[in-house]
């Protein structure tokens, strides 16, 4: 896979044990400051060979565990012509609850948390979950995708995606099952990655 598409952030936290690694990684990231990505974590640029360095640079400054999250820019900023998408963009939030800093809590997809560098023993741990082709069934979308969506004029797109914002990830996981909301988006990136697991098989 061609590591200039995807976009890398790294999130820095304090974690006790590896029991709490291991949760994040199964479970997925909490923010309580909505469905913000830059809320919580900061964009950096990584060339091939780079991410050692970048996430030791990081280390320390909050906490003592810094986790990867590795997103294909499709999914954040994708082609678009004349107001029509090429690439159709796909939720990473799970909501949790409206009892947050900013109104809600979500949970980011932990299919698009890549690893974590662990201060305590210098070391980065691959999250074996990891997949560039995630589960958005139930998902709502980021602030940063709706903001993409409305600055590049797409507004069929944008009022769906602000639309889904408003509801349950129960409501909405059943809507996506019913209607296999993702299949086409979803085979597209599955060729595209040239992922062999079944995706499918978790939608």
């Known amino acids: 896979m061609n590591n200039e598409e995807f976009a890398y952030f790294l999130h820095g936290t304090y974690v006790s044990d590896y029991s709490e690694i291991a949760e994040i990684f199964t479970n997925g990231l909490i923010n309580y400051r909505g469905n913000d990505m830059l809320s919580t974590m900061w964009p950096v640029k990584i060339q091939e060979g780079e991410l050692g360095k970048k996430v030791k640079e990081y280390s320390g400054t909050k906490g003592n565990a810094v986790f990867v ?48 560098y662990y201060e305590k023993n210098e070391t980065f741990l691959p999250n074996s979950n990891y997949s560039p082709v995630h589960n958005p069934n139930g998902l709502q979308f980021d602030n940063q995708q709706l903001q993409f969506l409305l600055n590049d004029e797409v507004y069929d797109w944008y009022n769906y995606a602000l639309s889904r914002n408003e509801k349950s990830f129960e409501e909405l996981k059943q809507m996506d099952n019913v209607d296999k909301t993702w299949k086409n988006a979803i085979n597209q990136y599955n060729q595209h990655f040239n992922v062999n697991q079944d995706t499918m098989q978790r939608l």
């Not at 029509?84 to 997809?109: A, D, F, R, Y």
């Open 69 to 116: 999250i590795k997103i294909p820019k499709y999914y954040l900023i994708p082609r678009n012509r004349n107001g029509k998408l090429q690439q159709i963009p796909l939720p990473i939030w799970k909501h949790i609850s409206n009892s947050g800093e900013k109104g809600k809590v979500s949970q980011l997809s932990n299919e698009l948390i890549y690893g974590v």
